[in-house]
């Protein structure tokens, strides 16, 4: 079993500014991939970036990265030059490697100041 | 481009009537997903198919049912529906390849009013 704890139901940012968004997760699989979704309002949920339990580099998809920390089950979302695009709900998600079922956190909503 | 569709963005219905729910993709993709997206609680998972005529229940299937008849589509069905299932209903998809590369791909989301 899976589960995903995203701490932070609200987050805020200036516009440039960088902001992070905090992710924990439990499972008892070895082999497993974690994932950041991002819902803007009333439009489709895409994928942000994604991880691979195994890879010990974090990933980085322009300006967005993230700060995986194995051991402490952490799996974290910067996000670096805020733009006003990025206002969104941001889930986080798990997925283990024999498994196509996703779990999700219960999402950041967060806001960009202009 | 990945192309996940849904019937209808906006549905309204009476308490005890029989709804469907609409999902098709393009991709050929084996997978495909039912989730209920509501406030505070995230995504969940209603029941997913992994081929035609396939499916197993997800974490809430309790008044929900489905239907895969062709690979491309996939229907939720609440048999009665009730006012506790008003929601945001989600559909995705994704392929059978393993690993890193079974990215699910989502629909633009139904919300359903039960009255």
């Known amino acids: 079993a899976q589960t995903v704890t995203q701490s932070q139901p609200e987050m805020s940012v200036q516009e440039a500014e960088t902001v992070t968004l905090s992710c924990t997760y439990d499972?008892?699989?070895?082999?497993?991939?974690l994932f950041w979704y991002k819902q803007p309002p009333s439009r489709q949920m895409i994928l942000v970036i994604r991880?691979?339990?195994?890879?010990?580099q974090n990933a980085t998809e322009n300006r967005f990265s993230v700060n995986f920390q194995k051991a402490a089950k952490s799996f974290s979302l910067k996000i670096s030059d805020s733009q006003l695009g990025d206002a969104a709900m941001y889930f986080c998600?798990?997925?283990?490697?024999?498994?196509?079922?996703?779990?999700f956190g219960k999402g950041t909503l967060l806001t960009v100041n202009p | 481009d990945v192309k996940v569709t849904q019937s209808s963005r906006y549905l309204v219905k009476r308490t005890g009537e029989k709804v469907f729910l609409e999902c098709v993709q393009d991709?050929?993709?084996?997978?495909m997903f039912w989730y209920r997206q509501d406030p505070g609680l995230g995504l969940r998972l209603i029941y997913f198919?992994?081929?035609?005529?396939?499916?197993e229940k997800g974490d809430i299937p309790e008044g929900y049912s489905v239907s895969r008849e062709k690979k491309e589509r996939f229907s939720l069905i609440l048999e009665s529906a009730s006012t506790n299932q008003t929601s945001m209903y989600l559909c995705a998809s994704s392929s059978l390849l393993a690993g890193f590369l079974n990215e699910q791909f989502f629909g633009p989301g139904t919300r359903l009013t039960v009255l």
């Open positions: 499972t008892s699989e070895s082999d497993y991939y």
């Open positions: 991880q691979e339990a195994y890879k010990q």
């Open positions: 998600a798990s997925r283990g490697g024999s498994n196509y079922k996703l779990t």
């Open positions: 991709m050929d993709h084996e997978n």
């Open positions: 198919s992994y081929d035609v005529k396939m499916k």
